[in-house]
Nanobody
Framework: EVQLVESGGGLVQAGGSLRLSCAAS????????VGWFRQAPGKERKGISC????????FYEDSVKGRFTISLDNAKNTVYLQMNDLKAEDTAVYYC????????????????????WGKGTLVTVSS
């Protein structure tokens, strides 16, 4: 069974940093595109950073470019999202997604979503 479990969310002051983790079980990321999505209160879920395990291609949504970094630790079967210089508008529930043997590009999957999801972790940034 494919499982994704996010962790690392919490309360942080504006300007601070957090690192989110997404641990996978039941599969390895070898042939997946993975990504981080977030859903702010009253808004739709939105892809903010995605990565192709196949060729390393990455995508960042404009609002997080230069502040967030996606990475993958193959040995730990874990995807990370390093978030720096956090802002109040980054407050959201953050979800990890994964898509097996994608036929679409990283950008497309980050826009439309992925086949498997975690349950999310809440990030609250106080101003």
């Amino acid at each position: 069974e494919v499982q994704l479990v996010e962790s690392g969310g919490g309360l942080v002051q504006a300007g601070g940093s957090l690192r989110l983790s997404c641990a996978a079980s039941g599969f390895t990321f070898d042939d997946y595109t993975v990504g981080w999505f977030r859903q702010a209160p009253g808004k739709e879920r939105k892809g903010i950073s995605c990565m192709s395990r196949r060729d390393g291609t990455t995508f960042y949504e404009d609002s997080v470019k230069g502040r967030f970094t996606i990475s993958l630790d193959n040995a730990k079967n874990t995807v990370y999202l390093q978030m720096n210089d956090l802002k109040a508008e980054d407050t959201a529930v953050y979800y990890c997604g994964a898509h097996y043997r994608p036929v679409n590009t990283v950008v497309t999957l980050c826009h439309y979503g992925m086949g498997s999801w975690g349950k999310g972790t809440l990030v609250t940034v106080s101003s």
